[in-house]
C-alpha cells in the first residue's frame, strides 16, 4: 500500500528556535495533506492543512510547504515554545483513506 | 463545540470479556472513523461509516471487533471476546466531508485487556 514516512523520529530545539519537521509521501496522486499534533494522553489534533494545488500555506506561527515534485511536506513551527513539545503526524490522502506517518517527537528545550 | 466525545477513558478488563467502547461525533458532521493506535503500528483505520451507513471495514482485525452507528450522534466498537493483543488507544474521529476534509479526534479510549 501506499505510504506516509517522517525523515526524523525525534527532534530537539531550543525554545524560541524555528522548528521544521519533514515528511515524505509515496503516493503522487495524493492530492490533499494534513499535519496533526499529538500531546501525551490526547488525540491528534488539527494544525494546518494543505491541497495539492497549493505549495505554502500558512497558519498562526505554522507554515506547511508542500514540495509534489519530490513529493515532500514540511512542517515549520516560528519561535517554538515549550507547549509545542509533542508528536506530530503527518497524513496525506487521495480521496480514498488517510495515510498517517509514524509521528515526529519534537522536545522544547527551556 | 464539545468535540468529539469518547467513553471510557480507560477500560481494564480481563481476556474473554466483551468490551464496548462509545463515540459521539462533533454535531452535524457526516463521516466517523475509528481508529486504533499503538507503538508498533501507528494510527491504523478500523473501519469508516458515512451518513451511519459503514463505507470500509477493511481494517478491522478480525471477526471479534464490530462497529455500527445506529444514528448520526451515536457510534460504538465492540470486541468479543477480547485478547491482550487488542490492547491499544481507541480512537474515535469525525469529519463533515470523509476523506475530503480534516478529521477530527476524540481524546481515545485506552484498553488495557489482561
Known amino acids: 500500500g501506499e505510504s506516509v514516512g517522517l525523515h526524523l523520529p525525534t527532534l530537539s530545539v531550543q525554545e524560541g528556535d524555528n522548528s521544521i519537521i519533514n515528511c515524505a509521501y509515496s503516493n503522487s496522486a495524493s492530492d490533499y495533506f494534513i499535519w496533526y499534533k499529538q500531546e501525551s494522553g490526547k488525540g491528534p489534533q488539527f494544525i494546518i492543512d494543505i491541497r495539492s494545488n497549493m505549495d505554502k500555506r500558512q497558519g498562526q506561527r505554522v507554515t506547511v510547504l508542500l514540495n509534489k515534485t519530490v513529493k515532500h511536506l514540511s512542517l515549520q513551527i516560528a519561535a517554538t515554545q515549550p507547549g509545542d513539545s509533542a508528536v506530530y503526524f503527518c497524513?496525506?490522502?487521495?480521496?480514498?483513506?488517510?495515510?498517517f506517518g509514524t509521528g515526529t517527537s519534537l522536545t522544547v528545550i527551556p | 463545540d464539545a468535540g468529539v466525545i469518547q467513553s471510557p477513558r480507560h477500560e481494564v478488563t480481563e481476556m474473554g470479556q466483551e468490551v464496548t467502547l462509545r463515540c459521539k461525533p462533533i454535531s452535524g458532521h457526516n463521516s466517523l472513523f475509528w481508529y486504533r493506535q499503538t507503538m508498533m503500528r501507528g494510527l491504523e483505520l478500523l473501519i469508516y461509516?458515512?451518513?451511519?451507513?459503514?463505507?470500509?471495514d477493511s481494517g478491522m482485525p478480525e471477526d471479534r471487533f464490530s462497529a455500527k452507528m445506529p444514528n448520526a450522534s451515536f457510534s460504538t466498537l465492540k470486541i468479543q471476546p477480547s485478547e491482550p493483543r487488542d490492547s491499544a488507544v481507541y480512537f474515535c474521529?469525525?469529519?463533515?466531508?470523509?476523506?475530503?476534509?480534516?478529521?477530527?479526534f476524540g481524546s481515545g479510549t485506552q484498553l488495557s485487556v489482561l
Open positions: 497524513a496525506d490522502t487521495t480521496g480514498n483513506q488517510f495515510y
Open positions: 461509516f458515512n451518513n451511519n451507513v459503514p463505507i470500509d
Open positions: 474521529a469525525s469529519s463533515s466531508q470523509g476523506w475530503r476534509e480534516k478529521l477530527f
